[in-house]
């Protein structure tokens, strides 16, 4: 009888092994199946960032494409306010010449 116990023992201690096998195999299983999720989800994301960060450029460029416009547009009416203050002034510059001409002569 202890023989047959012996192996009774033996085949518990052999079906505990292939159950701590397997589990062992199971859980490295479901670690490799989490870290493939994670890195899935972090390629993702990744994804995602880079997609908002397009977006926010692009925003960010047309902003200042119309901070450009809006200034061109103000230089443009200031040049144009110079040069008729210009214009209006072309008679009296000539005025001024004519004058110191005639008047002072050649000195």
Do not use: C, P, W, Y
Not at 9 to 33: F, P
Not at 48 to 67: C, F, G, T, Y
């Amino acid at each position: 009888m202890s023989v047959e116990l012996f192996k009774k023992i033996q085949q518990a201690e052999a079906e505990a092994e292939g159950m701590r096998q397997e589990a062992a195999r199971l859980a490295r299983e479901q670690v490799k199946a989490v870290e493939e999720a994670l890195s899935a989800e972090n390629r993702q994301t990744a994804a995602e960032v880079r997609e908002e960060a397009q977006r926010v450029l692009a925003d960010a460029a047309a902003e200042v494409e119309k901070e450009i416009d809006a200034l061109k547009q103000k230089r443009g009416a200031e040049r144009e306010a110079q040069k008729a203050a210009a214009e209006r002034r072309v008679s009296q510059a000539g005025q001024a010449i004519f004058e110191r001409i005639v008047l002072h002569g050649n000195r």
